[in-house]
């Protein structure tokens, strides 16, 4: 069995069929842990790896690569890769794959519930009834904004952010979006960004953490949307600054805000951002669901059967390595 591929997998996968396959066709060494390995972990443990199975909470530079020239596949379980260094890969040879699709309307879902939760002040009412705040009923408490009827700005016409729109349809909403260019049949009404911030009732982010994207939502920005826009993003915490953010909720420049993301990952209790008003949180669960959970896992495990046996895999983030890909040599 000495050329049994041999897979480091960085937390334990959903389901239990993800690891069976993989076990069908590889030596998979999976870290137990709940908390991801430090950098120095991985690399010691993707020593003498064929491939690995990284979550979005491992870092893949050129450093570990380099001290690994063993590993000729990341496959990434997450739809974003912003965790992995894309062009030190290519330029290595290595194949870097993730999961798209599965995971399109279960993000799409959290968008709405935060988008929904923010607007009818859903988590600050709970809060009240366990605090034993709960008076009365009253004509003038807790009053949030209409999600029907209003207009909603969707920042990243991807998968993710058509997912969103569809659900808006149902609420009858207008939807405005913004991005690098017009998407053929998205249904909605391609705006700039600075219009969009500026009709939308709700702005809800969709776009990749990119050198482009990093910061894009600034002080300016929370400026330029009406102070009764309510800001969700199920995105990357990395889009944006989170000092203007939280100044521009404490000001009241707009009303209120969703969040799934944030950057640090895990947010430390102790956070300013959680002291600012009107700000519903949950702790990255965009793909959270068990069903869509093991499905990532899946996709993740069919790349790497396909690698094992000289094939293409279906979800390559980087194609221009497979011309020189260090598995075949
Ligand atoms: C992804 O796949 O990129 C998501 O953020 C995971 O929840």
């Known amino acids: 069995m000495a050329d049994r591929p041999r897979v480091f997998v960085t937390r334990r996968l959903p389901g239990v069929a993800p690891l069976a396959r993989l076990e069908e066709v590889a030596t998979a060494d999976v870290w137990e842990h709940a908390r991801p390995p430090a950098a120095a972990e991985v690399t010691a443990r993707a020593e003498g790896c064929t491939a690995l199975l990284p979550m979005l909470t491992e870092r893949i530079d050129g450093a570990l690569l ?42 799409a879902d959290i968008a709405f519930a935060l988008l929904l939760a923010a607007a009818r002040r859903v988590t600050e009412g709970e809060r009240k009834v366990r605090a034993g705040e709960w008076g009365t009923w009253q004509p003038d408490w807790l009053l949030g904004r209409d999600v029907h009827g ?11 952010g058509r997912a969103v729109a569809r659900r808006a349809a149902g609420f009858d909403m207008r939807v405005l979006y913004s991005g690098r260019r017009e998407v053929a049949d998205f249904p909605g009404e391609y705006v700039s960004f600075e219009a969009l911030l500026e009709r939308s009732d709700f702005v809800s982010v969709h776009v990749p953490l990119t050198p482009e994207t990093a910061g894009l939502f600034g002080a300016d920005v929370f400026r330029r949307m009406k102070p009764t ?17 939280r100044d521009a909720l404490v000001r009241g420049e707009i009303a209120a805000a969703g969040l799934d993301v944030t950057t640090p990952e895990p947010l430390p209790p102790d956070d300013p951002l959680l002291e600012a008003p009107n700000l519903v949180i949950t702790p990255h669960l965009g793909s959270a669901t068990a069903q869509t959970r093991e499905a990532m896992a899946d996709l993740a495990v069919d790349a790497l059967c396909s690698v094992f046996v000289g094939e293409r895999p279906r979800h390559l983030v980087n194609p221009d390595a497979w011309s020189h890909w260090r598995g075949r040599r």
Do not use: K
């Not at 063993?70 to 999961?99: F, K, P, Q």
């Not at 209003?150 to 993710?160: D, H, K, S």
């Not at 826009?229 to 953010?245: E, K, M, P, S, Y």
């Open 150 to 160: 209003a207009t909603l700005g969707i920042v990243g016409p991807g998968r993710i």
């Open 66 to 107: 380099d001290a690994c020239p063993t590993v000729h596949t990341v496959a990434n379980m997450a739809v974003g890769y912003d965790n992995i260094d894309v062009s030190a890969a290519t330029e290595r040879g290595v194949l870097v794959t993730n999961t798209p699709d599965v995971l399109t309307d279960t993000t």
């Open 229 to 245: 826009a309510i800001f969700v993003n199920t995105a990357r915490g990395g889009v944006v600054d989170q000092q203007a953010l």
